[in-house]
Every structure is written in structure tokens, then in C-alpha cells.
């Protein structure tokens, strides 16, 4: 059974600081890119970081390069975002996603809240 887990959202200060986690269960992690992506009320769903397998090249969106870092620990299955210098703009729900291109395997996770706001 597939299971993506997200973990560390919540309400933060502009400026602040938060590490979201997803913690992955049911499938070879080590072989999937990883990739968080948000959706805020009334938007669609937006990439915001991705890592492939080997922990390398990560990408980013634009709103959110230098800001954000994106990171795996393949002998834990579980991939972080680290967010720095939050604004309300970031405000989302952030959600955790697997693939593997060359299977055509693709997994969500629940996805977590995070709220900017002073």
C-alpha cells in the first residue's frame, strides 16, 4: 500500500521559517523523483520544488528560489522542504508527489496547511 504522509505544516510569521516532510511508505523511494507542490485557494496546483532520485538537480519554482530547499534521505523515505523567509503569498496547501517517468507511476500525498500570516 502506497502511503505519502505530510507533515510540519501550520500557521508562521512573515519572515519565519518551517520544514515540511513526507514520509514514503509501499514503494522503492530511492528510484522516484520527488517534488512538492502547493495550491492556494482559487489557484491551481503549482510546482514548487522537485529532486530526482540521487538527491541531485534539484528545481524550483520561481516565487519561491532561494527561499526554499528541497532535500531526501533515501535510507529514511522521506523527502523535506525547508521554507525560509515565508511571506503570505506562500500561504498553501503543500502537497508531496512521486514519480517514476519510465513506469508512468505517480503518487500524492494528503497534503499539509501552511498559513503566513501575522
Known amino acids: 500500500q502506497v502511503q505519502l504522509v505530510e507533515s510540519g505544516g501550520g500557521l508562521v510569521q512573515p519572515g519565519g521559517s518551517v520544514r515540511l516532510s513526507c514520509a514514503a511508505s509501499?514503494?522503492?523511494?530511492?528510484?522516484?523523483?520527488m517534488s512538492w507542490y502547493r495550491q492556494a485557494p482559487g489557484k491551481e496546483r503549482e510546482l514548487v520544488a522537485a529532486i530526482t532520485s540521487a538527491g541531485g538537480r534539484p528545481n524550483y519554482g520561481a516565487s519561491v528560489m532561494g527561499r526554499f530547499t528541497i532535500s531526501r534521505d533515501n535510507a529514511k523515505n522521506t523527502v523535506y522542504l525547508q521554507m525560509n523567509s515565508l511571506k503570505p503569498e506562500d500561504t498553501a496547501v503543500y502537497y508531496c508527489?512521486?514519480?517514476?517517468?519510465?513506469?508512468?507511476?505517480?503518487?500524492w500525498g494528503q497534503g499539509t496547511q501552511v498559513t503566513v500570516s501575522s
Open positions: 509501499g514503494f522503492t523511494f530511492s528510484s522516484y523523483t
Open positions: 508527489n512521486a514519480v517514476l517517468l519510465v513506469a508512468g507511476l505517480d503518487y
